[in-house]
């Protein structure tokens, strides 16, 4: 039985915030403890109470219940209390006697080694399970995918080199451009996912067309585990009635007293109608690091008129670090349209419309040197003499091609702030295939001389009611298409709300099909619940009417049925709405399916898109260039069906412009987009570097800590398990629910079970067990035995963990140069290095428990031995860290002087650039340098190992 003595101060061993307590009673087999610090009593059986004698040794500093701190001259043990004899650090004279009843409540044993000395010691298995936590913290920082690992999407090659490329940069401002179907949604929440998880970026604004917030919202976290918070008119108003004074006579302080709402929360998404209602000071104030925007094309500009969405997404842009623009029509709006969205990226590259428009006449001259520069292995003298003339100030060899290029692309093209990957350079998409549908036209159809062109095109509309349905061939059409496709899903789009409105009802009331219907003029929930339905594989809608609305952001790529009810006269419409069935992921050939009246407009508009363009068969990037050539002619085909001669004149004319366009298309500015957009060497690495990722599994570290802190792990099914908490659980776990999840480490069935949470390294449940390990003060000190017969009894070994420290402010990033990670050492009692030799799993298999009372004896007797081991450990890592830091020093000194060779090339270009933007640059660069000069190691976790026989 432990001999307790009423005055001394012992430690709780389960309670360590409970601070130093005090033996207050002893009974025969019971002790009580207070706790001064919170004014706690506890009361413990004697022969086995988790207590910790709490004692100093020569030299320590010790504090006093009145804050004065003394350094130890001296220890005696009077009748069970210890008395030290102390004096001020810097007055050795001043000796005087201190009893350990003296002694201040509080005690801080955050640090690995105060917990070895003042007996806080774990099992070996917590110190494994801190080991285990610290190497996979440390592979994941330095893993080359990092941030790619976590998202639950296909290895696809394109999409992963945008991520990669951009995921990385530091306040990424890129337009994400790639053609419908390939998947800029996902490249953008890449990117989030990467800018997030590296602390590049912590706060982000999302803006979207008000049908696109509930798909982006579940997007970002079935796909990404990214939980946006979707701001409104009510969730403001709400915000502002938590913040707002409780008393009347408080209201003239409102405005200085309120809080910006937008800053309630770190991840905002909103929509594009709500940006130009809200207050956009607040918005724009609020702090963003990351400002994504979808459906860019839809921000208008012109050298006369700004619009006031354009107005508030620049205010936005500016003032945010990082911005990603989203559009699959970059060009096809015009070169002004294209020009508004570069500047609201990099301002300072594109400074006026003129000179944009100049350097695009000159694309094609770049294109073919970059080409050359690319694609030859040796560059003869002409080569490097052109290359010159465009990269002055880097040297012209091939040993810099990589530098070149980037380079040549980033002030001749818009490879630095534009990526665009087209269909005829990835791969995986199936075929287009038209089915023309020539149908009478009804004699209530038949045009008049004073109807309009969009009374030829949509006569539907000429009716108030469905009444229409009844004589429209299309509708008698469609509704026998549907009886034959009853196993099929049809995906159906038309123009306008009230004709998808109108269909839908007379094929559901009249005809008896389930038909789901998606219209501008719903709300979003009513949107997302009709989506969902004509998802659903069984029980699910077997078509889904949508109006024009339905041909941006909605993926339908499960149905291969695509019946345009009408034709829009916008080629780009067009193209949207065929790219909700052609994207990745498709499985069959689309069948577009075209029914039409003969002999009227509608057929006209048909063959200008079939014969001119053939726009049916594959992507037309080039369809807003062949409109602006042949709109006017289009426009009187259209209005005189009849005249035969008119309408041959039209398709030959838009062969033409379709030629010229499609040549235009393939000259300069495609080539320097290629180089930059989409690298197969590079992104076939990636793919191979994630597939390899996914077969480390998380399971086995998670099935430890499960263990050590009380989580259920239930089968469910091959490679997936059902995780809830325990009875017995220590704490909330992080990113378990109360009614738990279900998980898999397998990306292919988490990619088949939306049902099933993806468990990456990167997924919040492992990331967030890794910091609740490494958080927690279990597993910092250890002592343990080792029983091997080739190493002499009582031969001491210290096991020690260090982690790397840079102090910096957050935005400087100082984890892209040198990462936090961990180093370890393993001393002999001669301070001998042998962890190269002794790995820590080896050396785990021979450790055994050791008696903690028997451990702190070791502890206490061998103080002076491991003071100086720990003295020798900490030296041969801070040389280890020395090295790390010239590395990383040299890496972002490299990385400044690029970033200032861009800059004084660009203020050649740009006179408006002041001189305080690059005097800014080298300040920043000089405080990075101070910072990454001052790191240190801080020692995580210790181990000893004393080595005994049987």
Request: hydrophobic content about 40%; aromatic content about 6%.
């Amino acid at each position: 039985m432990t001999d307790f003595a009423l005055g001394q101060r012992w430690l709780s061993e389960t309670e360590t915030e409970l601070g130093l307590g005090i033996i207050q009673d002893l009974a025969y087999r019971l002790v009580t403890v207070y706790f001064p610090a919170c004014e706690e009593e506890r009361t413990y059986a004697r022969d086995n109470a988790p207590l910790a004698r709490m004692s100093f040794s020569v030299g320590d500093t010790i504090t006093t219940a009145k804050g004065d701190s003394f350094v130890v001259a001296g220890v005696r043990n009077v009748e069970g209390i210890l008395i030290y004899q102390a004096c001020p650090e810097d007055d050795p004279s001043a000796m005087q006697l201190v009893p350990e009843s003296q002694l201040g409540h509080q005690l801080d044993l955050r640090t690995a080694s105060d917990r070895l000395f003042a007996g806080q010691l774990d099992t070996s298995g917590w110190f494994n399970l801190r080991y285990a936590a610290m190497q996979a913290q440390d592979q994941l920082i330095r893993s080359p995918v990092r941030g790619l690992m976590g998202p639950r999407v296909d290895l696809i090659g394109h999409q992963l080199h945008i991520a990669h490329e951009v995921g990385h940069r530091f306040a990424p401002r890129v337009l994400l451009a790639d053609e419908v179907g390939l998947g800029k949604t996902i490249e953008a929440g890449m990117i989030l996912h990467q800018q997030l998880r590296s602390h590049r970026a912590e706060r982000v604004l999302i803006v979207v067309p008000p049908a696109l917030v509930h798909q982006w919202f579940v997007e970002m976290v079935r796909r990404f585990n990214l939980h946006f918070s979707i701001f409104d008119a009510s969730r403001l108003e709400s915000l502002r009635h938590e913040y707002m004074p409780a008393r009347a006579e408080e209201d003239e302080l409102l405005e200085t007293v309120m809080p910006n709402p937008f800053q309630s929360e770190q991840l905002v998404l909103i929509s594009s109608d709500f940006l130009l209602q809200c207050n956009s000071e607040e918005l724009v104030s609020a702090g963003w690091d990351l400002l994504v925007i979808d459906e860019a094309h839809h921000l208008e500009w012109s050298p006369d008129h700004v619009s006031e969405a354009y107005r508030r997404a620049e205010q936005l842009a500016l003032a945010s670090r990082g911005v990603l623009l989203l559009t699959a029509t970059p060009e096809q709006l015009g070169r002004e349209s294209h020009y508004a969205r570069l500047r609201l990226l990099d301002p300072d590259r594109y400074p006026s419309l003129e000179q944009f428009i100049e350097e695009q006449d000159h694309y094609r001259v770049v294109a073919e040197l970059a080409a050359a520069l690319h694609d030859q292995p040796v560059w003869p003298a002409s080569l490097k003499e052109q290359a010159a003339e465009y990269v002055s100030d880097v040297a012209i060899d091939e040993k810099n091609r990589e530098l070149i290029l980037r380079e040549l692309i980033d002030r001749s093209g818009t490879g630095r702030v534009m990526f665009r990957n087209t269909r005829k350079h990835v791969q995986g998409f199936p075929a287009r295939v038209a089915n023309l549908v020539p149908l009478p036209c009804p004699s209530d159809y038949v045009a008049q001389p004073d109807d309009t062109l969009e009374d030829r095109l949509f006569p539907e509309r000429l009716f108030s009611d469905d009444r229409w349905c009844e004589i429209d061939s299309r509708a008698s059409w469609l509704v026998e298409f549907l009886r034959q496709q009853r196993r099929e899903k049809v995906l159906v789009i038309c123009a306008r709300s009230e004709t998808a409105s109108d269909l839908q009802a007379w094929l559901n009331y009249k005809h008896g099909f389930n038909v789901g219907v998606f219209h501008e003029h719903m709300d979003l929930i009513a949107r997302d619940r009709a989506a969902a339905w004509f998802a659903e594989s069984e029980d699910g809608a077997q078509a889904l009417v949508c109006s024009e609305i339905g041909s941006e952001g909605r993926n339908f790529q499960f149905a291969h049925h695509l019946v345009l009810f009408d034709l829009p006269r916008n080629p780009d419409l067009l193209e949207q709405r065929i790219g909700r069935l052609d994207r990745i992921g498709q499985q069959q050939d689309i069948q577009i399916h075209l029914p039409h009246f003969s002999d009227q407009a509608q057929q006209v508009l048909l063959r200008w898109y079939h014969e001119g363009m053939d726009a049916f068969s594959q992507p037309n990037a080039a369809g807003s260039i062949i409109s602006t050539e042949t709109g006017q002619l289009l426009e009187q085909a259209l209005m005189a069906p009849a005249d035969v001669a008119l309408s041959e004149r039209l398709i030959q004319q838009t062969r033409e412009a379709s030629s010229r366009a499609r040549e235009l298309l393939e000259s300069g500015r495609d080539r320097l987009l290629e180089l930059s957009s989409f690298d197969p060497d590079r992104a076939a690495t990636l793919v191979s570097q994630l597939a390899e990722a996914d077969q480390h599994s998380p399971i086995t570290f998670m099935e430890q800590v499960f263990e050590r802190y009380g989580v259920e792990q239930e089968d469910h099914s091959s490679d997936a398990w059902i995780l809830q908490p325990s009875p017995q659980m220590i704490a909330g776990f992080p990113g378990l629910p109360d009614d738990g999840i279900t998980v898999t480490d397998q990306r292919s069935i988490a990619l088949a079970r939306d049902d099933m949470h993806f468990l990456s390294w990167e997924h919040p449940l492992v990331e967030g067990a890794i910091d609740l390990v490494l958080g927690d003060d279990h597993g910092k000190a250890c002592v343990t035995l080792l029983k091997n017969k080739r190493i002499p009894a009582g031969t001491l070994l210290l096991e020690g963990l260090y982690r790397i420290e840079v102090q910096a402010p957050k935005s400087l990033q100082a984890e892209r140069f040198l990462p936090v990670s961990m180093m370890r050492v393993l001393l002999d009692a001669r301070g001998k290095d042998l962890s190269a030799t002794i790995a820590h799993e080896a050396l785990g298999k021979q450790c055994h428990k050791l008696d903690k009372a028997l451990a702190r004896k070791i502890v206490a007797s061998q103080k002076d031995v491991l003071d100086k081991l720990l003295r020798d450990g900490e030296d041969i890592v801070q040389s280890r860290v020395e090295a790390l830091i010239q590395e990383a020093l040299t890496n972002q000194q490299n990385e400044q002087q690029q970033e200032l060779l861009r800059l004084r090339d660009l203020m050649r270009r740009n006179p408006a650039i002041p001189e305080e933007e690059l005097a800014f640059l080298i300040q920043l660069g000089e405080i990075l340098q101070g910072s990454l000069q001052q790191a240190h190691c801080q020692l995580a976790a210790i181990r000893l190992i004393v080595v005994g026989h049987d």
